[in-house]
């Protein structure tokens, strides 16, 4: 299950998120089955986390920073991805039934 302080974290905001990940480099973000459907993630630093099985239905992740994050099994249906950064990621069995990929 998700790092309960990680995913308080993360609703603060993306602002907050992005220097909340600059002041802990070493922490890599835990929000394995996080409970995130709708949540506005654009520009979110992601990189490296653990989003196995999160709920990520219709989140809003244009031009987050993705790279090596773990998303295996998440739903990240009608979700928004345009200009993310996804080198590298685990995207193996998630779902992305009508997600936007445009240019990610």
Do not use: Q
């Not at 630093?45 to 709920?55: E, P, T």
């Amino acid at each position: 299950m998700a790092n309960p302080e990680h995913l308080a974290e993360l609703r603060k905001g993306t602002r907050s998120w992005n220097v909340w990940r600059e002041n802990n480099p070493g922490v890599i973000p835990d929000l394995n089955h996080g409970a995130l459907a709708g949540a506005n993630l654009i520009e979110a630093n992601l990189s490296a986390a653990i989003l196995s099985g999160a709920n990520l239905d219709s989140a809003h992740l244009t031009g987050a920073h993705l790279t090596g994050a773990r998303l295996s099994n998440a739903n990240l249906s009608d979700a928004v991805l345009s200009h993310a950064r996804l080198r590298n990621a685990d995207l193996s069995n998630a779902n992305l039934f009508y997600a936007n990929l445009n240019r990610a």
